[in-house]
């Protein structure tokens, strides 16, 4: 589990694709791999994945297809910038929200618009999942646990302050961009029980 609160931001040192795998590599940052253990979860970009090696220069994930076609690893290159994750402890301080790394889907970046300090993001939503995306609610966007503005029918809107500007990839983002989406998953879990109570009550 994850806290959706990004410690670090890496660059991707190498990537080696196979037929049925993609094995990446990502810079590690000063001290994030302290007492990481071969075989931890990290969140990249919001993907759980599990790293292979510790105490290196690098970072090394396996890939496998079925994460590449449902996340924006698959677009990923050499040099891309990714949001980095250590998974939360029992006594850790949930800053953000509850997220498993389990992405929902990708959605594309519409529009941004870049202030002073700050920076306003206008997101794609699909249908399926519009029911559980409500203004002031959690969303995990790249791994960033954010708070969701105006909902549309088919988008959304999240608003971001210096610090995450400063701390995650969501300052490279701009039009055409493709962001991984974690739905919170006890909104899901409350709106399913009242669509299904709801549901109950008509039938009866």
Same mark, same amino acid.
């Given at each position: 589990?994850?806290?959706?609160?990004?410690?670090?931001?890496?660059?991707?040192?190498?990537?080696?694709?196979?037929?049925?795998?993609?094995?990446?590599?990502?810079?590690?940052?000063?001290?994030?791999?302290?007492?990481?253990?071969?075989?931890?979860?990290?969140?990249?970009?919001?993907?759980?994945?599990?790293?292979?090696?510790?105490?290196?220069?690098?970072?090394?994930?396996?890939? !496998?297809? $079925? @994460?590449?076609?449902?996340? *924006? +690893?698959?677009?990923?290159?050499? #040099? &891309?910038? =990714? /949001?980095? %994750?250590?998974?939360?402890?029992?006594?850790?301080?949930?800053?953000?929200?509850?997220?498993?790394?389990?992405?929902?889907?990708?959605?594309?970046?519409?529009?941004?618009?870049?202030?002073?300090?700050?920076?306003?993001?206008?997101?794609?939503?699909?249908?399926?999942?519009?029911?559980?995306?409500?203004?002031?609610?959690?969303?995990?966007?790249?791994?960033?646990?954010?708070?969701?503005?105006?909902?549309?029918?088919?988008?959304?809107?999240?608003?971001? !302050?210096? $610090? @995450?500007?400063?701390?995650? *990839? +969501?300052?490279?983002?701009?039009? #055409? &961009?493709? =962001? /991984?989406? %974690?739905?919170?998953?006890?909104?899901?879990?409350?709106?399913?029980?009242?669509?299904?109570?709801?549901?109950?009550?008509?039938?009866?």
């Amino acid at each position: 589990m994850f806290s959706g609160i990004v410690s670090v931001k890496s660059k991707v040192a190498k990537i080696k694709k196979y037929e049925d795998y993609l094995s990446l590599e990502i810079t590690t940052p000063k001290g994030f791999d302290k007492n990481l253990k071969r075989g931890a979860s990290i969140s990249v970009n919001g993907v759980c994945l599990t790293s292979k090696d510790s105490g290196s220069k690098t970072l090394k994930f396996d890939v !496998i297809e $079925e @994460t590449i076609s449902k996340t *924006n +690893l698959k677009n990923i290159n050499k #040099g &891309d910038i =990714v /949001n980095l %994750e250590r998974s939360i402890k029992a006594s850790t301080e949930i800053g953000g929200h509850l997220m498993s790394g389990h992405i929902h889907f990708t959605a594309k970046v519409i529009k941004t618009v870049n202030r002073k300090n700050t920076k306003d993001i206008q997101i794609s939503l699909i249908k399926k999942y519009l029911d559980y995306v409500m203004e002031k609610g959690y969303i995990g966007i790249n791994g960033c646990s954010l708070t969701i503005g105006k909902v549309n029918k088919t988008n959304f809107y999240i608003h971001l !302050i210096p $610090e @995450t500007l400063d701390i995650t *990839n +969501l300052d490279k983002l701009s039009e #055409g &961009d493709q =962001v /991984n989406i %974690e739905i919170d998953q006890n909104t899901i879990t409350v709106v399913n029980t009242v669509k299904k109570t709801l549901a109950t009550q008509i039938s009866s």
